[in-house]
């Protein structure tokens, strides 16, 4: 089979590999679409071997198959691994973390959390770039019927981190919700929020991914490169500022201003992976009696259930598409998605 590798200093390459043999307790899948996600371009963007290094493996190590938003059809099974876990053609979409699967946390879904470590495919395993891949079952979420492979496959990510976050904020119809980055993970979180019922403030420095922004449900849309966040958002809420504020970023400065531009008792998420943030605690969170929180993607079972209420509300999550590929082009891809100007890409099969 052929899969698409990072080489550093922003090259990819289309490699031959063997094609996968189940295991005990694993699947092949055969893809179907495979996302692209901002987190890639810590693999794509730096010199070759210290993505390695930094996750460990050594700078000398053979780089994995990329892609961590899976999604195709189960195509072969293992010992061990019943037809009723796997049939034969079930669309599947894969959460791509590996546990030990036996701890509190792998068995309630949460297997990237797992303190004997975790796999990550398509960063410390092969990934879903490739025409196969190999996972275990106990990975696998069924993609609702009413969802393509390419939705599917943002669920298996971006979208998902993105309804993950939402949900641990409580976000309830009627509040007021700013979201700082419209990349693949802030433009799920603009589109979902407002179809829950928030009134959106979409925060970026592009003009076209605020022009996306607005497409996609929001009701206010702010280039932070001409304005000051903070003050806007004040005058918009009246000086009380919003109940949540979502940073999808990872910059600094864009969570401070998140956290500043909530309201007393408002609610904070950081899902923007990487980077430091330095915050005044008495000024900016404690005589606020602001809530911040970390969240890290979602678990299988909101995996699944982000899915379902994807498909049962008819979210037409097929328009955070701005750019799909097929695996030839897969230079190209990054090269696009690199100037993170664009909405979401993904590799169909």
């Not at 390419?150 to 119809?173: D, F, Q, S």
């Not at 700013?178 to 693949?184: K, L, N, S």
Request: aromatic share 6%.
């Amino acid at each position: 089979m052929r899969g698409a590798v990072f080489l550093g200093n922003r090259k990819i390459e289309i490699r031959s590999f063997p094609d996968p043999t189940p295991g005990p307790g694993e699947v092949v899948l055969q893809m179907k679409a495979s996302g692209m996600c901002g987190s890639d371009l810590k693999f794509y963007r730096p010199p070759p071997g210290e993505a390695q290094k930094a996750l460990g493996l050594g700078g000398n190590a053979e780089p994995f198959i990329a892609g961590h938003e899976p999604c195709g059809v189960i195509a072969a099974r293992g010992p061990g691994v019943s037809e009723r876990e796997a049939p034969i053609g079930q669309r599947v979409m894969d959460h791509h973390y590996a546990g030990c699967g036996v701890c509190g946390h792998c068995r309630v879904g949460w297997s990237q959390l797992c303190r004997e470590g975790i796999t990550v495919y398509g960063v410390t395993a092969n990934g879903g770039h490739a025409e196969y891949l190999k996972v275990p079952v106990r990975t696998l979420v069924p993609l609702p019927e009413e969802l393509s492979f390419a939705e599917g496959a943002a669920v298996a990510c971006g979208t998902g981190t993105a309804y993950g976050a939402l949900r641990r904020m409580r976000l309830a119809g009627g509040q007021t919700l700013a979201v700082f980055g419209q990349g693949p993970v802030g433009i799920s979180a603009t589109l979902l929020g407002a179809k829950m019922g928030a009134r959106v403030i979409a925060v970026e420095t592009n003009d076209e991914r605020l022009a996306l922004a607005k497409q996609f449900g929001a009701d206010v849309v702010l280039n932070s490169s001409r304005v000051s966040i903070e003050n806007e958002i004040k005058e918009l809420t009246r000086g009380a500022g919003v109940d949540l504020a979502l940073d999808c970023t990872g910059v600094a400065a864009a969570r401070l201003a998140a956290v500043r531009s909530a309201k007393t008792w408002g609610t904070v998420c950081f899902v923007g992976e990487g980077g430091e943030v330095t915050l005044d605690v008495s000024r900016d969170l404690l005589r606020r009696q602001v809530t911040l929180i970390g969240s890290w993607t979602f678990s299988a079972m909101g995996m699944g259930e982000c899915a379902r209420f994807i498909a049962d509300n008819h979210i037409p999550l097929e328009t955070i598409f701005t750019h799909r590929w097929k695996l030839d082009q897969v230079d190209e891809a990054y090269k696009v998605f690199d100037a993170q100007s664009s909405g979401k890409g993904v590799i169909e099969f």
